[in-house]
């Protein structure tokens, strides 16, 4: 699956447009990790456990953005963005969303 942030492949052809496609995960910290950041952020720094948990929240969203691509028939997403949204104090919304494309490989 080709997944690009262009609106273009270059050396690809778009032969069909399957629609948009997202993936989603909701996750949280549990309350130890939540009092370490809170600690974290006083002194200042990278919050590491937060960064892991936002890492793996976006390869959770981007595998499942790909599968939904796979079930409408693509073998690509153009245009991809990530959106996050905080959702109460412990929980973190990560959606990755696209277009679906079936593509070609331009000869060279």
Same mark, same amino acid.
């Given at each position: 699956m080709l997944i690009s942030t262009m609106?273009?492949?270059?050396?690809? $052809? @778009?032969?069909?447009v399957h629609g948009e496609v =997202?993936? +989603? !995960?909701? $996750? *949280? $910290?549990? @309350?130890? %990790?939540? +009092?370490?950041? /809170? =600690?974290? *952020? +006083?002194a200042g720094g990278e919050l590491r456990g937060m960064t892991k948990n936002l890492e793996a929240s976006r390869w959770?969203?981007?595998?499942? +953005? %790909? $599968?939904?691509?796979?079930a409408l028939g693509?073998?690509?997403?153009? /245009?991809m963005r990530f959106d996050t949204t905080e959702m109460g104090d412990t929980w973190?919304?990560?959606c990755?969303?696209? !277009? /679906?494309? !079936?593509v070609t490989e331009l000869d060279g």
């Open positions: 609106n273009d492949l270059p050396g690809y $052809r @778009i032969d069909k =997202f993936g +989603l !995960t909701v $996750r *949280s $910290r549990h @309350i130890g %990790s939540q +009092l370490g950041a /809170a =600690f974290k *952020s +006083l959770e969203a981007v595998d499942r +953005l %790909s $599968r939904a691509a796979e693509a073998n690509a997403v153009v /245009a973190s919304e990560v990755a969303y696209g !277009t /679906a494309c !079936t």
